[in-house]
């Protein structure tokens, strides 16, 4: 089957992650409507962005600039108070190189190694955003805050989730199943918002 939008990322786990959120706020969704850019095998644009919004806007119109089809996408990171909104967008990449899971979290754990648990306030934040030809963008933005951990806990959820502590919760994102994750996440939040508008993509496509 044809995929109708492409969702524009290569990380396997935010593809089944998204697929997932948006299965439980569109009826009926038939997943395999919605392809990635992984499953094309294209380059991942240069994301040179200063805001999660541009960054998210790039990837997505790469994907229609390309292949004249709608495409979505989102960028996202944590945000840490003490550092001033750092990692930020950087958050992929801030050990130096990009998607090293295990090294973004050992330097901010050290870098917050002297930071009371007081003081260790953060929130992610996602926007995501879907393009379609001839169209403005349709734009959301969702953020969760909390507290940061001084050690890792958990094995689920991939990033920083195993430090992050949602407010009004015990656990880290990493300890929830991917459901209770679903329910609350930053990225949950954006996509939920997003979600009447990528139903309407996939509507006109099953009419057209």
């Known amino acids: 089957m044809k995929p109708a939008i492409i969702f524009a990322t290569h990380n396997t786990h935010k593809l089944q ?11 009926d969704l038939d ?5 990635s850019a992984a499953d094309l095998n294209l380059a991942e644009p240069v994301e040179d962005g200063l805001t999660f919004e541009q960054n998210a806007a790039i990837k997505a119109h790469y994907i229609t600039d390309t292949l004249g089809i709608p495409a979505f996408a989102d960028d996202s990171g944590l945000c840490v108070d ?5 990692p930020g967008i950087f958050s992929a990449r801030w050990c130096g190189h990009h998607g090293d899971d295990h090294a973004n979290l050992a330097l ?3 870098q917050l190694g002297d930071i009371a648990p007081a003081h260790r306030r953060a929130h992610f934040s996602c926007a995501a955003v879907l393009a379609v030809p001839g169209q403005p963008d349709r734009v959301e933005v969702g953020q969760v805050h909390g507290t940061l951990r001084c050690e890792a806990a958990g094995s689920g959820g991939f990033g920083y989730d195993p430090i992050f502590q ?8 990493a300890e929830m199943t991917p ?3 679903n329910l609350i ?3 949950r939040r954006a996509f ?10 996939l509507s006109e496509s099953r009419d057209s």
Do not use: N
């Not at 992650?17 to 009826?27: F, T, Y």
């Not at 003490?82 to 750092?86: I, R």
């Not at 949602?166 to 994102?173: C, I, K, M």
């Open 192 to 201: 939920a918002a997003l979600a009447p508008a990528v139903a309407q993509v």
């Open 166 to 173: 949602p407010d009004g919760y015990s656990a880290t994102l």
């Open 31 to 35: 997943t395999d409507l919605i392809g």
């Open 108 to 110: 901010l754990l050290g």
């Open 179 to 181: 459901e209770q994750k």
């Open 185 to 187: 996440s930053h990225r």
């Open 82 to 86: 003490v550092l001033g909104g750092a």
């Open 17 to 27: 992650e998204v697929r997932a959120i948006l299965a439980q706020e569109i009826p």
